[in-house]
Structure formats: C-alpha cells, structure tokens
C-alpha cells in the first residue's frame, strides 16, 4: 500500500499562492496516477489535477492556466503549485495516488491539508 502525506495548506489573500506536497511512501514502484482532490463545505469532491507515471496531465477547468502539478521522483513527492488563488478555491485538498497490482486497482488518499482563500 502507499502513504500519502500532504502539506502547504493554510490561509492567503485572494490572488496569493501556495504551493501544496505530497510525499509518498510504502509501494511507490505500483503507482500509476497521481494527483490532487478538494472538497469545499456542502460540495462534492472534485478532481483538481493529475499526473500519470508517463507525465499525462489534467487540470480542472476551474483551475487551468493558474495551477501547477508537477513531480520530484527523487523524493516520491507530488507539487501542486497554486497561484491567483481566489476564495471558492478554499477547500481541504487531498492527494491522492492510485495503485495497479496485477489486476487489482488500490486507491491510496492523504489525510488532506486545508486552504483558506480569504477576499
């Protein structure tokens, strides 16, 4: 299994930036997809972004053009660099990492870390 642990989360002004990690551990050699969730109050989780182990990229509609997600394979660690941050940005994030055993698909999900987007 994987363990994922976020950081970076906290409390900026709208147009601000945060920059959120992700460190993986345990069966890192098994993931194939890697990536960024939110969920606001009342809201449903929603996917932020994505990376596969080949580098494939997907970004949110909501967020295109102002986040980043990128990898360190060095540090088993996933970045989701976020800028011109806006307030129905606020949500807690979770990392989340999939794992492919034979035929087994594993989902694997950060304890997540809050971000705070005040006007």
């Known amino acids: 299994q994987v363990q994922l642990v976020e950081s970076g989360g906290g409390l900026v002004q709208s147009g601000g930036s945060l920059r959120l990690s992700c460190a993986a551990s345990g069966s890192i050699f098994s993931i194939s997809i890697m990536g960024w969730y939110r969920q606001a109050p009342g809201k449903q989780r929603e996917l932020v972004a994505a990376?596969?182990?080949?580098?494939?990229?997907n970004y949110a509609d909501s967020v295109k053009g102002r986040f980043t997600i990128s990898r360190d394979n060095a540090k088993n660690t996933v970045y989701l660099q976020m800028n011109s941050l806006k307030p129905e940005d606020t949500a807690v994030y979770y990392c989340y990492a999939a794992e492919l055993v034979a035929a087994s698909k594993f989902d694997s999900w950060g304890q997540g870390t809050q971000v705070t987007v005040s006007s």
């Open positions: 990376i596969t182990a080949g580098g494939s990229i």
